[in-house]
């Protein structure tokens, strides 16, 4: 299976800015992406990027503020976070597809371990 580690979570202001990370290894795919989960909420869709073509997607929620970029030669894609909003708070969630494009849900095979994104007020 495909490994993911994530990385660059942490503590911000309300309007301040965060970049995760998540490298990729172990076998190919073709889609890396970010969830969320606060707690007692629902595992939600954030953004994805397909590994050769590069089309992005993204929630609603966070389309105009988020940036999901990636590095094939390292496999590792990005999730830069501007402005961000305490409703941002949530751990969040490296995620492989390994046939789509778009990240769905029921598509997702492997997931990172999460990492900790806290937006104070």
């Known amino acids: 299976q495909v490994q993911l580690v994530e990385s660059g979570g942490g503590l911000v202001q309300a309007g301040g800015s965060l970049r995760l990370s998540c490298a990729a290894s172990g076998r190919t795919f073709s889609s890396l992406g970010w969830f969320r989960q606060a707690p007692g909420k629902e595992r939600e869709f954030v953004a994805c990027?397909?590994?050769?073509?590069?089309?992005?997607s993204y929630a609603d929620s966070v389309k105009g503020r988020f940036t999901i970029s990636r590095d094939n030669a390292k496999n590792t894609v990005y999730l830069q976070m501007n402005s961000l909003k305490p409703e941002d708070t949530a751990v969040y969630y490296c995620a492989a597809d390994p046939t789509g494009s778009y990240c769905l849900r029921s598509s997702i095979n492997r997931w990172g371990q999460g990492t900790q994104v806290t937006v104070s007020s």
């Open positions: 990027i397909n590994w050769s073509g590069g089309r992005t």
